[in-house]
């Protein structure tokens, strides 16, 4: 079975840095395309960041783009998304995905694109 679980939100000041991960069990993640997504209250869940299966290829959401890092820790079987700069419209409950499929680049921003999903973890940017 699938389970994702997310941790690492918090309180930070705007322009400091926070580190949420995704703990994968029941699956290996380096197998699986991975996503980011976080959605603010009131908005729409939006794509954030995603890391392929295997080769590790990226992609990042334009307001997140050399603000945030995603990075995959086989061994550990756990999904990083290393956040810098933040910004108070970076507050949101963080989620991570998993699916299994072939990975068609940006279309792993889509919340559509997944199978299974995490519970989320909360972050705030405020000061």
């Known amino acids: 079975q699938v389970q994702l679980v997310e941790s690492g939100g918090g309180l930070v000041q705007p322009g400091g840095s926070l580190t949420v991960s995704c703990a994968a069990s029941?699956?290996?993640?380096?197998?699986?395309?991975i996503g980011w997504f976080r959605q603010a209250p009131g908005k729409e869940r939006e794509g954030v960041s995603c890391?392929?299966?295997?080769?590790?290829?990226?992609v990042y959401a334009d307001s997140v783009k050399g603000r945030f890092t995603i990075s995959r820790d086989n061994a550990k079987n756990i999904v990083y998304l290393q956040m810098n700069s933040l910004k108070p419209e970076d507050t949101a409950v963080y989620y991570c995905?998993?699916?299994?499929?072939?990975?068609?680049?940006?279309?792993?921003?889509?919340?559509?694109?997944?199978?299974?999903w995490g519970q989320g973890t909360q972050v705030t940017v405020s000061s």
């Open positions: 995905a998993a699916i299994r499929r072939i990975f068609y680049g940006s279309l792993c921003l889509r919340t559509d694109y997944y199978a299974s």
């Open positions: 890391i392929s299966s295997g080769s590790g290829y990226t």
């Open positions: 029941g699956f290996t993640l380096d197998r699986y395309n």
